[in-house]
């Protein structure tokens, strides 16, 4: 058999793990077999196993790319002129856009955190990344002078990261959720607790300064 292409190696390596997703979210950790997701990706069991052994491996791989995706969006936030505009196109991109079944799938992998622990040590290093990312982004703004400096950073990013779990839940949990209705509310508590520096009037004050 030919070696694929590195680029067909990724592209193949990706379909797994969104048919991983789609199971994960609809049969639960437990009930979804290696089987049925060849099959939701439309691979053989030998093709499947050249890129994950196991479940936990396939979390792993979810995980993987999570922060990889994570790290680009907090990147561009964090050069944007408006940061809270782009902080709120991020806000609609995890708890609009993207799939329900995803949202199911985090807590999927968050409950068999409390069982398993393999997945335990994935969740809790991700749980460390994404808190970890979100105390740097804050801290390279209070750096820059863009939000209050007298702000408590960890304590900041401990505030967003339990929003987040909750819209996360909310809308895994309730078919009826519609999380488009309070995103306007959301980012203004948020813009309250991160109380942005109002840039023209301190360049307008500093020009007055003798």
Known sequence: MPRLKPDTQRARREHILDAAERC?????????????ICREAGVSPGAFYVYFDS???????????SRAELTERLMELAS????????????????????????????????????????????????????????????????EGRIDPELDVPTL????????????WRRAVDPEFDPKSVMPAIAA????????????????IEEKAP
């Open 80 to 143: 944007a002129p408006d940061f809270l505009e782009a902080l709120r196109v991020l806000g609609e991109r995890y708890f609009i856009d993207e799939p329900a079944h995803k949202r199911l799938m985090c807590v999927e992998i968050g409950v068999e955190a409390t069982r398993n622990r393999r997945v335990g040590e994935i969740f809790k290093g991700t749980d460390t990344f994404v808190s970890d990312s979100f105390v740097s982004l804050f801290q390279r703004l209070k750096h």
């Open 55 to 65: 479940k936990e491996a396939l979390i792993a791989g979810i995980s993987e790319r």
């Open 189 to 204: 508590v948020l813009a309250g607790l991160m109380r942005p520096v109002q840039r023209a009037a301190n360049a307008m």
């Open 157 to 168: 990013a401990k505030v967003f990261l339990i929003v987040g779990d909750g819209m996360f």
């Open 24 to 36: 994960f979210a609809r049969s639960g950790f437990h009930a979804t077999t290696m089987q049925h």
